[in-house]
């Protein structure tokens, strides 16, 4: 075995030391949910305050018109690139919850926990908090279970589709529905909505840096890896 951590008292004590000038930096900040509007303050912020380690990019925009900010933590320019999403399904709350306590564990242990020091100085991480916030919105407003965004068709009545399955990535098949009345319907076509496409497309602009992608849910305690519409392993099986 390894020790990770000489003193783990000396990490609760940073964890739990509570600025009171500001609360983001409190514990209790981050053992809370957030209405949408907090969580897009919380972003400007932490940028605003962390300009050495945080860089927040504009990637597009929702159905509803409303921003998808990506945040940048990069330590020393690495060549290498990960990208991690939260709130794609957007009842799914403590999705984002994690993204931002996950950022502000980064900034603060960054040049003090070995670990996050070595990750961030060898890989910029890539993270977009809250990746539907049209649902995410309408779960604090109208419909606690809501899961998809809040796209409109010409030919239904009924809203939204299942980011997580609109991908172009075997679109449509083992897992999704073609019905845009169910939960996990795929969308018209591949990358169909704002949200789906405009992820896509800066992923792909990275493509040449992009290692890793994780994207963060709530069901279960489950750690999934590609792919999900085949029980056919994948040709990086062992590694992943």
């Known amino acids: 075995f390894r020790v990770l951590l000489e003193n783990v008292q000396e990490l609760i004590d940073m964890q739990t030391k509570n600025d009171s000038n500001d609360p983001r930096s409190s514990v209790s900040f981050y053992e809370r949910y957030h209405p949408l509007d907090e969580i897009y303050s919380w972003i400007n912020k932490t940028a605003q305050d962390n300009p050495h380690l945080v860089r927040t990019i504009l990637i597009g925009s929702t159905f ?18 990960m ?73 239904s009545d009924c809203i939204g589709a299942d980011l997580n399955r609109n991908f172009d990535a075997n679109w449509c098949t083992e897992g999704s529905s073609p019905r845009p009345c169910d ?36 069901y279960s305690q489950m750690l999934l890896f590609p792919y999900s519409y085949t029980y056919k392993q994948a040709d990086n099986h062992n590694e992943l």
């Open 64 to 81: 509803e018109k409303r921003p998808l900010y990506v945040l940048k933590l990069s330590g020393r320019n690495p060549s290498r690139a």
């Open 83 to 155: 990208w991690m999403d939260c709130g794609i399904h957007a009842r799914e709350w403590i999705s984002p919850a994690f993204c931002l306590w996950f950022v502000q564990y980064v900034i603060q242990f960054y040049n003090t926990n070995p670990e996050i020091t070595q990750i961030l100085d060898n890989m910029d991480i890539y993270i977009l908090p809250v990746l539907n916030p049209d649902g995410y919105l309408f779960t604090w407003t109208n419909n606690r279970m809501w899961r998809k965004n809040r796209s409109q068709y010409e030919d």
């Open 183 to 218: 939960e996990t319907y795929c969308g018209p076509f591949p990358e169909s909505e704002s949200e789906t496409k405009a992820v896509a497309t800066f992923l792909r602009s990275k493509k040449h840096i992009m290692k890793l992608y994780i994207s963060i849910h709530s």
